[in-house]
């Protein structure tokens, strides 16, 4: 008897919240035989991305945030169980962020005085139509 495919894989995932963390965890292999005694494998395990969500930093309307993943990537080929060719990496990544989100009076305050700057206060109920409630001139 003859085994016909020659792919065998695997993977999962996991995610989940912890001390206000968001954290994901991925594995998964490949293995391609070539023969009945060589094969290829290529993947990740695991793949961990933990990030922090932005929020503001002391009241302000500077929001700041932090992602990062590390993670093992293969890429190596096997001839008689002996791995003749490996590929593979482990590598970390961080990524800040900062974001201002500045009030919309703060906005229209950077605006010359020459353009005119409303602001309008729309109705709650949109679906039913939507209507000015008040309209109001930002900058003098």
Not at 22 to 28: F, G, N, P, R
Not at 55 to 77: K, N, Q
Not at 117 to 125: Q, V
């Amino acid at each position: 008897m003859r085994a016909t495919n020659r792919t065998r894989r695997f993977g999962t995932y996991v995610n989940g919240t912890a001390a206000g963390l968001q954290i994901a965890a991925t594995a998964d292999r490949n293995d391609f035989f070539n023969t009945a005694t060589s094969l290829t494998s290529y993947g990740a395990l695991p793949r961990v991305n933990v990030s922090r969500p932005e929020r503001p930093i002391a009241g302000s309307p500077i929001y700041f945030g932090v992602g990062g993943e590390y993670v093992t990537l293969l890429r190596s080929t096997e001839n008689d169980g002996v791995k003749t060719n490996d590929q593979g990496l482990s590598r970390f990544d961080v990524a800040p962020t900062l974001r201002v989100h500045p009030s919309f009076q703060t906005l229209a305050g950077c605006i010359s005085t020459e353009i005119e700057i409303y602001r309008f206060d729309l109705n709650e109920d949109w679906r039913s139509g939507v209507r000015v409630m008040r309209r109001m001139r930002v900058n003098p």
